[in-house]
């Protein structure tokens, strides 16, 4: 079987865009799937890196790399970049060499094409949607204490957010399958779409058991330490604040106790702990540092604690958590995908307030809770389990195959 994947990110791009796929082509080939992938050139990929370029492409792996629109119009931008890809895609790609296309968003300039695709070939596609695209967003810098931009936003909602639904509606259309990473994602894209059931599928994230594997030794704690890895006060300020507070009354109450957090160190960090008067040994920030190397800092943690918002998805670094099996404090609304996931184990807490993270951490400290679940089965949240979701599904789409395909 051969197979493309369409991922814009890709190796040796770093960041979280490219790890669900990198992952599962390791995966494909070493399973001895014929794997292309169609991604960006490394010029382009090493502008968004930050000079992250550590990824190396998995053995077998074929790469086609495309270059991208480069022109910056305001709020059509997007639109114009996929029209540009359509027309470019078939000009590197033959699609008769393949028997499927598996295309990740976002970002979501990459489904312009596949209307046009379906129309002139006899290819099966599948989309995976690790993120919602048009009709949902995921809060990002310090949103929520943002004011609204006014017009700004409601031009960018009815001429960009318009042009970017009917794309991602045509695609579902013509789509064998679509996944998604959350229930909560899955409902909200057939609901929006109108599309059947039947035309989605869930597969999550999950943590790379390949880099967990053997991490380097890292020096014990000589206090109780909370751990982070990756953003912090980056989705809402007031709930991290209220961890850094929970940790300050703590260390008042006679507790040893520090917030260990490995990750970007933006400014306002030090700016709301020194306005609202936190202690500052309550928190010690070791910024960007190799994943592995990270991970084995924060192994030796006592429990770990996460800052979201997210109205749709789980993200990444929770099953990272969930591999070290220790307690996990979530500061997050109720209801939320996360908040669901981290007391779904024995030891997960989900906190909307300062009261309820205080006498969390009271209670995994005091218990003395050494485990996020004494009875989790840790290898059902692995990339290789995920990654035989994807191929289970792959398999799926090309047994149903018809005989002849009609217009959709």
Known sequence: MKILIISPYYAPYSEVGAVRMISLTDYLSKQGYDVTVYCLSEEELLKESYGKMSTPIPEGVKVIRFKSMQK??????????????ARQVFK??????????????????????????????????????????????????????????????????????????????KAIQYTDLAIAVSDIDREKLQA??????????VITNGYDEEKLRDLPEAESNSSITAAVFGKFMYYSQPRAVAILKAIQKLRIDGFDIQLLHIGQQ?????????????????????????????????????????????????????????????????????????SKLVLSFKNGFACDTYDEIFNAMCTVIKEELRELDP????????????????LQAIIDVISHKPEKRGSK
Not at 279 to 287: E, P, Q
């Open 375 to 390: 009875d989790i089965h840790v290898d059902m949240y692995s990339r290789k389990h995920k990654n035989e979701e994807f």
């Open 72 to 85: 910056k119009i305001p709020l059509i931008e997007d639109y114009l970049r996929g029209k540009a890809f």
């Open 92 to 169: 590197d790609i033959n699609f008769s060499q393949y028997d499927i296309v598996l295309c990740s968003c976002g970002p979501y300039y990459t489904l312009e094409c596949l209307p046009q695709v379906k129309k002139k070939t006899d290819i099966l596609f599948i989309i995976d949607f690790r993120d919602l695209g048009a009709i949902n967003y995921r809060p990002s810098l310090r949103r929520e204490e943002r004011k609204s931009s006014g017009l700004k936003n409601w031009i960018k909602a009815n001429v960009a957010g318009r042009l970017e639904i009917a794309r991602e509606k």
């Open 192 to 201: 929006a779409y109108e599309a059947p059931a039947s035309k989605f599928c």
């Open 266 to 338: 933006y400014p306002w960090i030090e700016e709301s702990i020194t306005n609202e008067r936190i202690d500052s040994d309550c928190y010690r920030g070791l910024g960007l540092m190799d994943y592995r190397d990270g991970m084995a800092i924060i192994s030796k943690a006592d429990f770990f604690v996460v800052e979201d918002t997210s109205p749709d998805d789980v993200g990444t670094k929770i099953y990272d958590y969930i591999f070290f099996n220790r307690p996990v404090i979530a500061a997050v609304p109720p209801d939320i995908p996360l």
